[in-house]
């Protein structure tokens, strides 16, 4: 007995093929173009990362130095004829300085929504024409580890019998990249100036690093 099938079955194994073709297509398309832009991508992707972590880690330090100066760092001790004999670091002022910079930079990092940290399709083609085009892929900085913050500080000279004494915080921290296929990690270090101060005269012998004392606090 002959089997008998119906046009609306027909039409219907014809849109199933149809759908699972198109399927297939848009798959290898997508496979093709992560392994064809994926190093462009992730490239492009990190930069834009890292200039906002960047930036975060600018602003963080700009509002925690709003409440300090360079005179809560060094306390100097002058002769009756106004030279300096003495340079001390306020360590326990520097120390909160770290806790309340590195305490900052991780509650901005958490709260990013506000950020609109996204990259125009057409930018990871590579071509003149289309980058800063097309729908946006939105990226963000899932989480921030191992940050580590130092403080240093360099005296360089600004003239005769001049110097120029520069506090700075050295960032140093891991950031994990989320994007719409994957996570990129990479590192960050970023030096900024805390405070500066001109020295007239010549800088005290019994003046120590500000890094060595601070490292040698946190041993004790």
Do not use: W
Not at 41 to 46: D, I, S
């Amino acid at each position: 007995m002959e089997k008998i099938y119906s046009r609306k079955k027909i039409n219907l194994s014809k849109k199933y093929r149809m759908l699972i073709l198109v399927l297939v297509t848009a798959l290898f398309t997508v496979v093709y173009l992560i392994k064809t832009i994926g190093p462009t991508f992730n490239q492009l992707c990190l930069s834009e990362a890292k200039s906002t972590a960047t930036q975060i880690v600018h602003e963080t330090i700009d509002e925690v130095m709003e409440k300090y100066g360079y005179n809560d760092l060094i306390t100097t001790v002058k002769d009756k004829d106004g030279k300096i004999v003495s340079m001390q670091a306020n360590i326990a002022i520097m120390n909160k300085i770290v806790s309340q910079i590195a305490l900052k930079i991780q509650e901005k990092i958490d709260n990013q929504d506000s950020r609109d940290i996204s990259i125009r399709l057409g930018t990871f083609t590579g071509i003149t024409l289309l980058s800063g085009r097309g729908p946006k892929v939105p990226i963000r900085i899932s989480s921030i580890g191992n940050l580590d913050t130092k403080i240093s500080s360099e005296f360089t000279s600004a003239g005769i019998n001049q110097s120029i004494h520069r506090i700075f915080a050295s960032i140093n921290c891991k950031i994990d990249v989320l994007t719409p296929f994957n996570t990129i990690s990479s590192q960050i270090e970023e030096k900024v100036i805390l405070a500066e101060n001109v020295i007239i005269g010549e800088i005290p012998e019994n003046y120590l690093d500000i890094g060595n004392l601070l490292n040698a606090n946190k041993n004790n």
